[in-house]
């Protein structure tokens, strides 16, 4: 069955704006709204939502169910400038990878980091060779014991070609590594600069693509020509890498002896291939993918922008899974994915920059559609059986995956809990970050810290914040987290009810007192 609905992250919770939740019990988040607008709850395959949207208030890595409720809000734990936020697996268990850095042009300084079922980090990597690690990709391969990242670095070049001719030019080299997880050893490097001449790319030096110095201007090591823009990175069976040059259109199949470019797949007539295309083309794309090779065919799997905002080959982006031929050289589109854009029902989703494409294990697709913070999900056929909206019309997300999840936070669960006055019912919020084995919540009331607790009731979890109103005034407040089975999680620490005083109580409800923005 499909259900059509809107806004469904709405609790009991205050809806301060159209652009984000609160909670009562954790009301210093502001949590970006997470709007469904298609859910086909038999066709969709199970998992929570990852994503970290930028260019809201609290920008930062978020967990959702597909319902829209909020799961997990790392803004206060992780910060904002968040990418590749995404379940993995670290030493056989269930871990979270994500980086997180400072944005610098196109690019990220920052660091990959892995956390456990506990929020809390286990693994961290700074640097590759002396360069930065790269937002555009932390890939954490082979049951989480090696992880490829991308870099750059600015090497110098010789670019009279580009009408730098009084001086030596300043090339960005796209750099990608393999390194082993538990040791920070690396296994493998590679280097643009050594194997793809500039003239093989396409993006023009010293052009803003829609954001400031997107190429660079090739005069300085701080402002490099970015001929190449390495965004994705995965590893074959065989050994050998795919890497992704955004700005060359082009797929290239990296030897993991030598660093040697064993094939190129380029996008579209612009820039050399060594396959032909099978009546289709791809460009500027993003998130390259190995699905599964044997001797004679490799099928991967791309985000293809379709533009950079000067060039473009379709009037649509779209998810694409590709067959390679590795004896005739021809590559054909086994599967395209679009997604219409629900603010123009006349048209699908066109983004130039991020996004990408994750094959689900039951044969579904799920898609960020990058510029759009949009995530979909379709079936093998392309039909379109979720779609849900991150913030508002302005906010970006650069990936977002969907996937299983158990968390169990160090922290104790948050509560809310007020009375009009001491002759009126006790109104109680509970919620604990991150927790997803909570099943209900049980509910106590006392009349002092130190005497004894009294049960009040047990209800249902009802999305990320649950209430309860106790019949009568209960002067103090625990609430206790239980498992489907009635096992404790945790407890909140006692919490004094808040009840308003004569001058305030007029302006107050049942529920909460409002806030204010002056003084009297």
Request: glycine share 8%.
């Amino acid at each position: 069955m499909i259900f059509i609905f809107y806004l469904l992250s709405i609790s009991l919770a205050l809806a301060e704006s159209d652009l984000y939740t609160t909670y009562l019990s954790r009301p210093e988040l502001k949590v970006p709204l997470y709007s469904v607008s298609v859910n086909d709850e038999v066709l969709t395959s199970p998992g929570y939502i990852f994503v970290s949207p930028t260019d809201v208030d609290q920008a930062g890595p978020y967990i959702y169910d597909t319902q829209g409720n909020l799961i997990w809000s790392g803004y206060a734990s992780v910060g904002s400038n968040v990418a590749d936020f995404q379940p993995c697996q670290y030493k056989g268990s269930e871990a979270i990878c994500y980086y997180h850095g400072v944005q610098a042009n196109a690019h990220a300084i920052g660091q990959a980091v892995i956390f456990d079922s506990h929020y809390v980090a286990v693994r961290s990597g700074q640097s590759i060779f002396g360069s930065p690690v790269d937002s555009h990709e932390f890939n954490v391969i082979e049951d989480g014991t090696r992880a490829l990242l991308s870099g750059y670095t600015a090497v110098r070049r010789d670019l009279s070609n580009y009408d730098i001719t009084d001086g030596q030019g300043w090339l960005s080299s796209g750099i990608a590594q393999e390194i082993d997880v538990t040791t920070g050893e690396s296994i493998f490097k590679w280097s643009s600069a050594d194997f793809v001449d500039p003239e093989e790319c396409i993006a023009p030096i010293n052009k803003t693509l829609g954001r400031p110095m997107v190429t660079g201007d090739g005069l300085t090591p701080g402002n490099a020509y970015d001929y190449f823009y390495i965004n994705s990175i995965d590893k074959t069976s065989d050994g050998d890498y795919l890497v992704s040059g955004r700005h060359c259109c082009t797929i290239y199949k990296i030897s993991g002896v030598d660093g040697s470019i064993i094939w190129k797949l380029g996008g579209y007539d612009a820039v050399d291939s060594d396959f032909v295309r099978d009546g289709f083309n791809f460009s500027f794309q993003h998130d390259i993918r190995v699905v599964s090779t044997n001797s004679t065919t490799t099928v991967i799997s791309l985000f293809d922008n379709a533009s950079d905002l000067y060039n473009e080959t379709s009037t649509e982006s779209s998810g694409k899974v590709i067959a390679l031929d590795n004896t005739t050289m021809t590559a054909t589109l086994v599967h395209s994915y679009t997604a219409p854009n629900m603010t123009d029902n006349s048209t699908n989703i066109f983004t130039a920059y991020m996004g990408n494409l994750q094959l689900l294990s039951n044969g579904n697709a799920f898609l960020a559609w990058g510029g759009h913070a949009v995530v979909t999900e379709h079936t093998t056929d392309g039909d379109l059986i979720y779609y849900a909206a991150v913030g508002n019309d302005s906010t970006t997300h650069y990936r977002a995956f969907k996937g299983n999840w158990t968390g169990y936070p160090l922290d104790t669960p948050a509560v809310y809990t007020y009375s009009h006055n001491t002759s009126a019912p006790t109104f109680i919020a509970a919620s604990w970050n991150g927790a997803t084995e909570t099943a209900s919540w049980k509910f106590y009331g006392g009349s002092n810290r130190t005497g004894e607790f009294t049960a009040l009731g047990t209800v249902e979890r009802t999305g990320f914040e649950t209430n309860y109103t106790a019949a009568g005034y209960e002067p103090y407040v625990v609430v206790e987290a239980l498992t489907a089975n009635g096992t404790s999680l945790g407890k909140s620490v006692i919490t004094q009810t808040f009840v308003p005083g004569d001058s305030l109580t007029d302006y107050c409800d049942d529920v909460m007192c409002p806030e204010t923005d002056h003084y009297s």
